[in-house]
T-cell receptor, first 113, second 114 residues
């Protein structure tokens, strides 16, 4: 089986930096992904870490430590439009060698001015 | 390029009715999945497929059937709708192992069972 833990809510102000943590337990591991979902919208892909270390994409970065079963999403220079839900997701060996993603329950980020 | 298309966008069913949620993708992706999203529960995997003719159960498969006769289409059937199936349903597709890890989602079907 698999489980992912992430905080349910995070609040921050415009221009700040926020980190959303994700810890996971899986029977196998093929990588950690992050998705963003605005209210009423579909999830959209942000980043993927298959190996340990930091991946940077503009204002967003994602980190993975496989030995700690831990990752985080770092959002810098926060803007109001970053207010959304953020999900970590893993590909797990249980699902036919990692073909389907398993998602955490999501972190709601609220950015205020 | 349409990506992943789900129909309908909204649906109201009476308890006991059956219906099929449609999902089609035009990216030639091997992997397709169905999720349901309920408040505070994240996205839960219902069924998934690794290619035409091959499907498997996810975390919450009871009350749902799927089939995959073509690469493009992956319909989800509700056999006898129950109020507990009131949810937002998302279909997703992804390329096979070795391609991009990005999954693409449809815009969702908002289903209410009364």
């Amino acid at each position: 089986g698999q489980s992912l833990e992430q905080p349910s809510e995070v609040t921050a102000v415009e221009g700040a930096i926020v980190q959303i943590n994700c810890t996971y337990q899986t029977s196998g591991f093929y990588g950690l992904s992050w998705y963003q979902q605005h209210d009423g919208g579909a999830p959209t892909f942000l980043s993927y870490n298959g190996l340990d270390g930091l991946e940077e994409t503009g204002r967003f970065s994602s980190f993975l430590s496989r030995s700690d079963s831990y990752g985080y999403l770092l959002l810098q220079e926060l803007q109001m439009k970053d207010s959304a839900s953020y999900f970590c997701a893993v590909r797990d060996r249980d699902n036919q060698a990692g073909t389907a993603l398993i998602f955490g329950k999501g972190t709601t980020l609220s950015v205020s001015s | 390029n349409a990506g992943v298309t789900q129909t309908p966008k909204f649906q109201v069913l009476k308890t006991g009715q059956s219906m099929t949620l449609q999902c089609a993708q035009d990216m030639n992706h091997e992997y397709m999945s169905w999720y349901r999203q309920d408040p505070g529960m994240g996205l839960r995997l219902i069924h998934y497929s690794v290619g035409a003719g091959i499907t498997d159960q996810g975390e919450v498969p009871n009350g749902y059937n799927v089939s995959r006769s073509t690469t493009e289409d992956f319909p989800l059937r509700l056999l006898s709708a129950a109020p507990s199936q009131t949810s937002v349903y998302f279909c997703a597709s992804r390329g096979s192992t070795g391609t991009s890890p990005e999954a693409f989602f449809g815009q969702g079907t908002r289903l209410t069972v009364v």
